[in-house]
């Protein structure tokens, strides 16, 4: 077994702003509130997935960031909600809170999830504040905040097959010939400095996963 870990900065969205506004129309002078409340934030959300064999996309993206949700608008229109951000991980990762030390979440099986930053709620607008003894509401509120968290991804998993032998011998190029796995090849040693994984297709239902250990 050997491990595979990284650390990402997740930042959800922010909740979109409430809007004040009251109707205003030619017949209709004194109309009521008519603002809409925020769209939600997106999260950020981490799931297994099948078919994902190694942790190389978070390696080169180190700020995951979800989209704010839009501020409401007069005529009670409400703002969009924010997409959620998905990050696809392979099954076995761990998530470790990197700044308490914690274990979030242990993805060890397909298709599991975990909300690694949840997105800001969106806010009310003054439509919300109408009551019979206020019927001319200007209270409206902000967007909720967004949480932000440093999270390690540890990656667990248990090769079939390890290729062991000198550096620059070759272990990468055969990876990268029996499998669909792209390791950095180059004409120098020590090229390879992290563990690259490959599954091997031997026939249509039975796969191998082969690691290339650095060395």
């Not at 409340?37 to 942790?55: E, F, M, Q, Y």
């Not at 308490?100 to 800001?120: H, I, M």
């Amino acid at each position: 077994m050997f491990v595979d870990r990284v650390t990402v900065d997740v930042e959800a969205g922010r909740g979109g702003d409430g809007c004040m506004s009251f109707r205003r129309e030619k017949y209709v002078p004194r109309g009521g509130p008519d603002g809409g409340d925020g769209g939600d934030g997106g999260s950020v959300i981490v799931v297994a997935t099948p078919g994902v064999d190694s942790l190389a996309e978070l390696i080169h993206r180190k700020h995951w960031k979800a989209k704010a949700g839009a501020h409401g608008q007069g005529s009670k229109c409400h703002g969009r909600g924010a997409e959620d951000l998905v990050i696809r991980v392979p099954p076995g990762t761990v998530l470790i809170d990197a700044e308490g030390g914690f274990v979030l979440k242990d993805l060890n099986e397909p298709g599991a999830q975990v909300y690694a930053a949840r997105g800001g709620a969106g806010g009310k607008g003054n439509t919300r504040f109408k009551s019979s003894t206020n019927q001319a509401p200007r209270e409206h509120t902000a967007g909720g905040a967004p949480e932000r968290r440093r999270i390690t991804f540890e990656l667990k998993v248990i090769a079939d097959v390890g290729l062991l032998g000198k550096p620059n011998a070759g272990k990468s190029t055969l990876l990268s010939r029996v499998s669909r796995a792209r390791p950095e090849i180059a004409d120098y040693p020590f090229t390879t400095k992290i563990p690259n994984l490959g599954i091997v297709q031997i026939d249509i239902d039975r796969t191998l996963v082969m690691a290339d250990i650095p060395g």
